[in-house]
């Protein structure tokens, strides 16, 4: 009951096709590599990647051991025969010239024994060697024939071309992230006095949301919410800009009213007039008995809803042009004072024009934000903000409103410690602070 | 001063009073107090954060507690696990190489001095379904992972899965753990299942949306399914990868009857709502006298219906209806809404569905095993 060799080469090749073409991940890649070479060619196998800064990471699957993973020193490369040589890209050198008894001690674990037989062939890339593949079989008797080292060469080739997409794969990604880095909206700072809260998708470009915490000669919290027309990198660079902008402009105390003028000079004289941007920027302070005073500018932007602490909702008194059209922008700035308990909530139109709904194609529409809002009352700012975005995700039926920012800022209730058990905690937890957060 | 040293009932109690109040605060000092007092975390995160949630859910369902008070007692359990999760110890970010030597050198050797983070297990993604908004089970799950040595990357409530699948292709995790848990969200799973096994990554399932015990998550193709957070952590430790098994690219099966009912449920699902709230008022009169917010919760329900409809079709289970109408049931009792208000919308949406025997039988089981009052 043993299958033809050419059924087992047949039935490797195609489990190495599809399995290589599963990935584009550059470990998973050669973890699968190492995995189909060790059950079908050989008793151990290791890959070997090309040397980058004087090391080569490396891969190896043997008999008892899980996959293990690591570096090399370059200087150790030349201890197994016929390595630098597939390395450099050269053809394979045949089996039968390697002698296994000069590979290293730590090429393979010494659970396998002798090596019998050894076999490196190169993993062909992208006009360049992608790694090389070291098969090893243990016990005196073992050989590679001459078929075992075409079929070796046929799966490193399969392999090698899976790596070197996965290599091409990881370079773009790595620029990716390293460009959307910048794009994230911050990590939300926790300022004595009130709360924020934040929601986001992850998208390129479009909308942010920025919090600059009191800093040298800046008492107030400025927080901003903006949305660019488009999407894609053009509006993602430019959203970059103007955060950056923003932040600067903020370092030399400029007000909310004053930042939303220089930003719309600032677009302007950067030449690309067909974009534009809609931002709300506000300064917030602590006043007395847990109060805290808003001043609020929006350009082009929704005005902010406020939530009061009887439920009812009002939209921010502010209005505002577009910014980065118009030589002259009109801001009509406005103060809002937010009393314990109360919210005031910025956010991208998204969030209403988010369609859904029993009709499937309705807006979800200010109406209803504002009930969403409402609904909020008493309850913390995290909490609100993600109610509001499950009840638009809901409306929209889990469909993909990816443009929706949020950011909130509430004056909190003093929170009596529960009364339902008469006022007296039965742990002195009092006297513990919460560690600061860093 | 009483010290914690255990999470008894009345430290349970206590902490659910604060979450009750959205003491985000007083919530993380009860955590805090625990682990000064040598409490495991994972203890807190199970047996006090987790079994909290559950009470929470109930006193929601029971009508106890508004559905904003529901929320706010999540986010103080978010930010109770968030500040545990700043107090334990992070295990390595990554394998434990030795860069300077030869593979023989390289593994397994740790120092093991007491309380050192726990030996790196690989990494994993970890996510919710697309449309799954309960994102506090999977945040436990993520630090329960964490504590075990496991590197976790956790990508949120309602992940699309294209963000899924791009995130496999970026990280090249060792197991993909996927959380649902409303069995509506089940056909999405089954696409992002079927996606990541495509990626060639392992998938287990958690989460009481793939039934009881866990019995649609196999069908649906996942590698594995855990009752709990821990059941998760133990498989994951003890019996992980599962052996690469080649997908069938075609699926050798007929198509079941309910592909074509389930495509057009969810493809139809506007109309049948909209259908339904015009024929409401004639067969339920109190439906007159609904306002704007009532009648849109009334189609919000409906769309309910016809989702949990066609998940149990698409997966070929009637027990998700059923379990569904059985719920819905009692939740409206809670509230004083008599059975017949569901017995109507269900009527409205059968009446819709003549040509659909599948669906019709299931509704007719329903209809029957509600209560006749």
Redesign the interface.
Known sequence: MTASPTLLQASLLAEAGHRLSASLNLRRTIRTTVELAAAHLADAAVVVRPVHRRQSSWTRLAPGHPIEEGTLREALLAEVPGLTEALDGFPPIPSRWLDPAQAPAWLVPASLGPIGALLVVPLPGNAEPSGALILARGGPDAVFTSEDELLARVFAARAGSAISAAVLYQEQVDITAVLQADLQPPDLPQIDGFELAGSYQHRLGGDFYDVFAPSGDNTDTMITLGDVCGTGPEAAVLTGKIRHTLRALRLVGTGPEQMLHVLNQALLQSGRPTRFVTVVVGSIIRIDHGRIRLTLATGGHPPPLILRVDGTVEEAPVSGTLIGVLPQTVVRPATVELAPGELCLLHSDGLTEARGGPAGNEQYGENRLRQALSSCQGIPGTAAVERIRQLVSDWSHGGHSDDIAMLAVRAPTRTPLSLRDGGASPYAISERRPRPRS | ??V?THIDS??A??YL??V???????A???V??LL?DGVPPQRVIVDLIGATQTRVGELWAANEWS???E??A???G??ALA?LA??TPAPSAS?P???????????GRRPASPGAAPPYRGRIALACV??E?HGLPARMLAELLRLDGWRVDYLGA?V?GR?LITH?????PDAVALSCMIPT?LP?AHAAITACR????PVIAGGRGFGPDGRWAERLGAHAWAATGEDAVTRLSTDWPPP?V??LLFSPGEPTPGDEEYTYLTRR??EL??TA?QRLAAAYPAAHRYDQ?QA?ST??D??HVIDFLAAALYVGEPAIFLDFTQWTTDVLRARNVPPNALRTGLHLIRDQLADFPSSVALLNRSLSEMPQT
């Not at chain 2, 190489?97 to 593994?107: E, I, K, L, R, V």
């Not at chain 2, 496999?168 to 090249?172: A, C, K, V």
């Open positions: 001063m009483t914690l009345a430290v109690d206590h009073a604060l009750a109040d959205g003491d985000e605060h007083g993380a000092t009860v805090g107090a000064d559905v904003a008070r929320h706010a999540t986010a103080a978010e930010r500040a700043a107090r394998p190489f030795d860069s300077a030597t030869g593979p023989s050198n390289s593994a697309d449309g908004w309602s699309p963000h496999l292709h970026q990280t090249g969200r999405r495509a990626a060639g990554i690469y080649a997908d699902r506007p709502i909209t709230m917010a849109e189609a919000e409906l769309g």
